[in-house]
């Protein structure tokens, strides 16, 4: 079954409600390599490998074709004499990836490894590690992110909030279990045309008997309990109802997320490489102080790609009920200004198993809707898909912002 086109999930029923629920300079810095970089320490058991010695993806990724430039200037021209005319020379790309719109049958023919006899970590040279500062929920699994942009291309990013990919656009991100490390799942995400639903979508689950790309096979309809473990790959429909719900289906790759110093590429390399229609001037980060700051992004990455101003699927909310906003804006100056804020606080829901509580209720999180659906793993929990386990450390983080939240010039919260 192909993952190509966004038409199977809008004629489907919207039936999941998905409700979840300062600025700092950026420093000058040369250019690191993507594998390398020195910054903020990986936690959670975050990996962020580089690529591998090999020239070409593998599969019908490769085409023998040497390694791509990661500039988006591209290597013809730049700086050069130009031809005759004293023009400089036109962009050539001497990879250029070949644009996929079925997803192949393995992993391999994705393009994330290099030729040859490849293992689990022969990651092509061109696909770069990166990493969103604040992560969605897996029920503990690690990931491990790579994304690829070809040469002559730049992201749009005119609209801070929103960025928009180059047709060629790959991203992958695998899956190991926390602890031992037992390979579970990649997911790979292509932009292969113009068009606003041209997004080719596939999930790959790891064989342990032979953990190699090429034995790596494409799932559609999700599975459970994978390789022995308790992990579950979502199916193609409940992916799609996380990606359908942003202008660009990528959600951890945009200002925001990328704000941080963490290993791999961020807003700052981006911008030195090229890869930014307008470059940021700064880190973009939730407001607040610590604690608001924590909270805020923690529910900007697990809800807000959901619940927020765009979504197209569902909004989580039910019919007469304001709609629940946790995106973050990189204009958002104070907690105040948030549509998390004006959207959750002392705000009530339609929702009969909640009717009479606020989704936040300031002071008192045993009485916040929105914490009480995060702390659940039944009928009415948060996320409503693809988790078992409640997150322990992001239920805390709310906790403790809604504990300190009081109204502007009012009393703080009792002890």
């Known amino acids: 079954m192909s993952f190509r086109s966004f038409a199977l999930l809008l004629a489907a029923p919207a039936l999941i409600i998905a409700a979840c629920s300062g600025e700092t300079p950026v420093e000058a810095r040369g250019n690191d390599d993507a594998s390398g970089r020195g910054g903020e320490p990986s936690t959670g058991g975050e990996r962020t490998g580089g690529g591998s010695s090999g020239l070409a993806a593998s599969g019908e990724a490769s085409g023998g074709r040497a390694e791509a430039s990661t500039s988006a200037a591209g290597m013809a021209g730049e700086g050069g004499e130009g031809g005759e005319s004293g023009a400089p020379l036109p962009c050539v790309d001497p990879l250029a990836l070949p644009l996929l719109r079925d997803a192949p049958a393995t992993l391999a023919g994705t393009g994330l490894y290099s030729l040859g006899n490849t293992g689990p970590s022969d990651f092509a040279p061109y696909a770069r590690a990166y990493r969103p500062k604040f992560e969605y929920w897996a029920d503990g699994a690690t990931k491990q992110r790579f994304v690829y942009l070809p040469a002559c291309t730049q992201i749009d990013t005119s609209d801070m909030d929103y960025w928009k990919f180059p047709i060629g656009t790959r991203l992958w991100k695998e899956f190991r279990e926390a602890g031992n490390g037992t390979l579970l799942e990649t997911r790979f ?129 039910w019919p007469g009920d304001p709609a629940p906003r946790m995106r973050l804006s990189v204009q958002d100056r104070t907690v105040e200004q948030t549509t998390t804020y004006t959207t959750l606080v002392w705000v009530g829901t339609a929702n009969p198993a909640y009717r009479q509580y606020n989704r936040i209720e300031p002071c008192n999180p045993a009485i916040s809707s929105a914490l009480m659906r995060m702390a659940t793993r039944e009928e009415e929990q948060m996320p409503p898909i693809a988790s078992k386990f409640v997150d322990h450390v992001g239920v805390e983080l709310v906790s403790n912002f809604i504990r300190n939240l009081h109204a502007p010039g009012a009393p703080a919260c009792p002890e």
Do not use: M
């Open 189 to 317: 995400i292509h932009r292969y045309g113009p068009g606003e639903n041209d997004w080719l979508y596939a999930t790959y689950q790891w064989d342990l008997t032979s953990p190699t790309p090429e034995k790596a096979l494409r799932v559609d309809q999700g599975a459970k309990n994978v390789n022995g473990t308790q992990y579950d790959i979502p199916s193609q429909t409940e992916c799609l109802y996380c990606h359908l719900n942003l202008p660009e289906p990528p959600i951890g790759f945009s200002a925001i997320q990328l704000s941080h110093t963490f290993p791999g590429e961020n807003l700052r390399t981006l911008a030195e490489a090229g890869w930014l229609t307008r470059p940021a001037t700064r880190d973009y980060l939730p407001p607040g102080d610590e604690t608001a700051s924590a909270a805020l992004g923690y529910l900007h990455g697990n809800c807000g790609h959901c619940h927020n101003s765009y979504y197209r699927t569902h909004g989580g909310s």
